[in-house]
């Protein structure tokens, strides 16, 4: 749909340019989030490789991307899609492909996230493609975070929403237990996410994940991070730390951007 509001305005510079109000609109989260998508986009420059996020946000973005490559206006895009379905929808608008072997170092990635906390710091995985997120937004020199202002939390991971864990399907119920018993001390459940008919959710990786239901925070991120990934059985979990160089966040008042600093 289109969008009469104007996806690129940025509210700092909307009140220095002293311009008129916009008649008071009600968005959709979605149109939210491609306005925040279309935002990153601007970030692209002819000749990069690309990490191509996974979600209903950065679905935006890979559309934009395409848009911009048929219309002329970028070439020689090389895209590392971070999920089978972004590589599916990245090769449906024209965008070529290449993987992690073939580029170890990603010039931008794109991508959405479940929460983001005032350091910069990310949920992701409730899409279900954290390892490969994690993989390929670790290696890029630029990552730009795209949500909409209902993304933006105090703490992550204590808002009893989930954390997901991407573990081994050998024995999943050993190692969800001793994920429930390690954050047991944040109020913590473990369940097993569940795809269609009720069976376990596989990744792209063949895993299963566990969501963490926690209703404290953890306090100190990086400690609890280390336990997480110490358990035999786990292969990762969605807290992006110190990962995001930029998030972008699309409001009712327009887009902000917040910038990685030394904290
Ligand atoms: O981490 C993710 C997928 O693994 C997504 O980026 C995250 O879940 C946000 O999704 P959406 O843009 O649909 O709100």
Redesign the pocket.
Known sequence: MALAYDPLFITSEKSAMEAPSPPPMILT?DEL?RIAAFKAVEFVESGMVLGL???????HAVDRIGELLRQGKLENIVGIP??KKTQEQALSVGIPLSDLDAHPVIDLSI????EVDPFLN?????????LR?KMIEGASKKFVV???ES?MVKHIGGSKLAL?VEIVPFCWKFTAEKLRKLLEGYGCEANLRLGEKGKPFVTDNGNYIVDMYLDKDMGDLKVVSDEILRLPGVVEH?MFLDMASTVIIAGELGVKIKNKQAF
Request: charged share 30%; aromatic share 0%; net charge positive.
């Open positions: 989260q989030k996020g996974t979600g209903s946000t950065a679905k971070t999920s991508d959405g996230a479940d990310l949920v992701k995985g409730r899409g279900g493609s954290l997120e795209i949500v909409d993304k997901p969605g």
